[in-house]
């Protein structure tokens, strides 16, 4: 049976960083549903256009657009060995889909894992955040994670750019969306026994590692 995990925390508790180490080294399909989102706002199309509206403010896209979206995805075939979920669900209706999703696959979530970040250590490390402009999965940052050139991706040295979403207001909006929505359910997830509580102020590395042990079951 494939493996599901959750990458849930905080905007900049290091889950799309993480995910991507981890989607390479254990052939898992990483999927970050504002990745999904970001593909979609490059297109002149009309949902291209409301999602750029919703996004940039530092609003959440609603549940049933953002649920199509994932079971649209998670059925690809890069998918087989199994699945990190980056930034989905997010609320409770998208973790009813989600569950919904895997029954009628007769899957489950083999486990949720929390970055646990205190808020004002993720607004620090949000605004120095900068991405890849053909690639927003590669993710640097200014001083704990820069590139080797400055101003270019390590990957495939295209420009690295600021996100849109990453402005002082929408770090703001999305932080507080956040608390209020996506919280919440890690209690939920905790009661059910799948969380694994991951401290995420340790440095990349040392984060990669934990995770590594877990996947690899030896916690
Ligand atoms: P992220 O890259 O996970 O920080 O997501 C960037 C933005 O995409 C969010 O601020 C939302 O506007 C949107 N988004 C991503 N995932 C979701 C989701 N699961 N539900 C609603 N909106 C989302």
């Known amino acids: 049976m494939r493996k599901i995990f959750l990458f849930m925390g905080i905007q900049g508790s290091g889950k799309g960083t993480q995910a991507n180490r981890l989607a390479d080294r254990y052939s898992l399909a990483h999927v970050s549903t504002g990745d999904l989102f970001r593909a979609v706002m490059k297109e002149q ?34 998918t087989q060995q199994g699945v990190i979920f980056d930034g989905y669900p997010r609320t409770v209706p998208q973790a009813e889909a989600l569950d919904a999703m895997l ?34 999965a590669h993710i640097y940052h200014l001083v704990n994670n820069p590139p080797k050139q400055e101003g270019f991706c390590d990957i495939d040295g295209a420009a690295l750019i600021q996100r849109a979403d ?24 905790e009661s059910r026994g799948l969380v694994a509580k991951l401290d995420a102020t340790g440095d990349i590395s040392t984060v990669t590692r934990q995770l590594e042990d877990m996947v690899e079951g030896n916690v």
């Open 45 to 78: 199309s009309p949902l291209g256009n409301e999602l750029r509206e919703i996004v940039n403010a530092g609003q959440l896209v609603p549940d049933d657009l953002t649920s199509r979206m994932v079971r649209d995805r998670i059925d690809d075939p890069d």
């Open 103 to 136: 029954g009628e696959r007769g899957e489950a979530i083999s486990r949720v894992v929390f970055f646990d970040l205190p808020r004002e250590k993720a607004v620090e490390r949000l605004e120095p955040r900068r991405v890849c402009s053909v690639n927003n």
């Open 166 to 189: 990453d402005t002082p207001e929408a770090i703001t909006k999305r932080v507080d969306a956040y608390l209020q929505e996506t919280l919440p359910l890690v209690d939920a997830y």
